[in-house]
């Protein structure tokens, strides 16, 4: 099993949508998580910390349930520049280096 | 611009050349990562630098990869005897503190090797 698997996508969905994003992981000693978003050819950029159960910031909210090691990322009112992928990210090791997801491409559309 | 940056932005090399890229991290961030990313996947950690003591090498790192930061500031990564797949996306990214999850990511160098 992968250390965080993610669902591939792509998703496609029309401006104004909602859409939500999943992801597990597997270390269940795991104790912060975060959401990157990489748009095509650039660096990963930090989204969303998400250290409790949950985090809210504007339109986007992450949600957490350690119980299934699952973290989600909803987006609400998708707008055109919300299109890129967006990675589920979990520190892993001493050196808290990040294990990444392989990411979820989404396409707002007009 | 106080954010990471790298140098070269893109690098085209032969099969069997050096080739060395550069990470200039945020000022006051004590910890230096690198990265490689492929088509499709997400980041995958090289390895790890806290100050100028390199602590964590990845698996990935194979003998051919050398990684410094003498000073424990900027950060060089070089690859000899380069391979076709080498050819990735070289992120570095830095963060501050001991406790702190969060990493910074620079623009990254765009290997190819034809």
């Known amino acids: 099993r992968k250390e965080v698997e993610q669902d591939p996508g792509p998703f496609n969905v029309p401006e104004g949508a909602t859409v939500a994003f999943n992801c597990t992981y597997s270390n269940s000693a795991s104790q912060s998580f975060f959401w990157y978003r990489q748009d095509c050819r650039k660096e990963p950029k930090l989204l969303m910390s998400v250290y409790s159960s949950g985090n809210e910031d504007g339109r986007f909210t992450a949600q957490l349930n350690r119980a299934s090691q699952y973290i989600s990322l909803l987006i609400r009112d998708s707008k055109l520049s919300d299109s890129a992928t967006y990675l589920c990210?979990?520190?892993?090791?001493?050196?808290?280096?990040?294990?990444f997801g392989s990411g979820t491409q989404l396409t707002v559309l007009p | 611009d106080t954010g990471v940056s790298q140098n070269p932005r893109h690098k085209i090399t032969k099969r069997g050349q050096n080739v060395t890229f550069r990470c200039d991290p945020i000022s006051e961030h004590n910890r230096l990562y690198w990265y490689r990313q492929t088509l499709g996947q997400g980041p995958e950690f090289l390895t790890y630098?806290?100050?100028?003591?390199?602590?964590?090498k990845s698996r990935l790192l194979s003998d051919r990869f050398s990684a410094e930061r003498p000073k424990g500031s900027f950060s060089t990564l070089e690859i000899q005897r380069t391979e076709q797949g080498d050819s990735a996306m070289y992120l570095c990214a830095s963060s501050f503190g001991l406790e702190s999850y969060e990493q910074y990511f620079g623009p990254g160098t765009r290997l190819t090797v034809t």
């Open positions: 630098f806290q100050n100028e003591a390199q602590l964590e």
């Open positions: 990210v979990v520190p892993s090791g001493s050196a808290r280096q990040l294990t």
